[in-house]
């Protein structure tokens, strides 16, 4: 079984340049979780989709973030102008089940110059 | 929002000792809790969980401890392998309510050969 899959590994850019994250879950994984790990920091919590639609977003940190699920497959996440304070390693994680056995892609570092 | 905090942020052990990683948490509707382990240009993998309704969980060389009175939480290596080398985060989750799965900080774990 493929895992979670997340493009690009790195990504450098500069202030005020638009970034694109995507994200594969696992295959038949309604559930897909978006989480950031600013460095030091704790692994925050995002944004959540059930199939298409966001069912929590309560942790995307302003409107410069958007994500989308079309189709209910892959996602993307969109940072637009990204700032300094983007920079962070961004997760992301599928599920079968709501809030149980999630799995993590590798995670996507960005760095924000 | 719900704490989840580490007590130290980074912990040095001989190899074939055991490691003991401790986390506290503040929500106490949290029912269900989750060590993960995160390697350099890894996502966090599942080690171990325990639901509120057990005090302890044996996994292979890997033990989980629960004390709902204290809010305390902490993972057990036995016999630590330079492989166990990492960043481990503990994540708690209130099942039945509306929240998703928040982490701590995070203690890196240093196996000296």
């Known amino acids: 079984e493929a895992g979670v899959t997340q493009f690009p590994s790195h990504s450098v850019i500069e202030k005020g340049q638009t970034v694109t994250l995507r994200c594969d879950p696992i295959s038949g994984h309604d559930n897909l979780y978006w989480y950031r790990r600013v460095m030091g920091k704790e692994i925050k919590f995002l944004l959540h989709?059930?199939?298409?639609?966001?069912?929590?977003e309560s942790g995307m940190p302003n409107n410069r973030f958007l994500a989308e699920r079309t189709g209910g497959t892959y996602s993307t996440l969109k940072v637009q102008p990204a700032e300094l304070e983007d920079s962070g390693v961004y997760f992301c994680?599928?599920?079968?089940?709501?809030?149980?056995?999630?799995?993590f892609g590798s995670g996507t570092r960005l760095t924000v110059v | 929002g719900e704490s989840v905090g580490l007590h130290l942020p980074t912990l040095s052990v001989q190899e074939g000792d055991n490691s003991i990683i401790n986390c506290a948490y503040s929500?106490?509707?949290?029912?269900?809790f989750i060590w993960y382990k995160q390697e350099s240009g890894k996502g966090p993998q599942f080690i171990i969980d325990?639901?509120?309704?057990?005090d302890k969980r044996q996994g292979q060389r890997v033990t989980v401890l629960l004390n709902k009175t204290v809010k305390h939480l902490s993972l057990q290596i036995a016999a630590t392998q330079p492989g166990d080398s990492a960043v481990y985060f503990c994540?708690?989750?209130?099942?039945?309510?509306?929240?998703?799965?928040?982490f701590g900080t995070g203690t890196r774990l240093t196996v000296i050969p």
């Open positions: 994680a599928s599920s079968q089940i709501r809030h149980f056995g999630y799995t």
């Open positions: 325990i639901r509120s309704n057990m």
């Open positions: 929500n106490s509707a949290s029912d269900y």
């Open positions: 989709f059930v199939k298409e639609s966001k069912q929590d």
């Open positions: 994540a708690e989750i209130d099942q039945t309510g509306a929240n998703n799965l928040f």
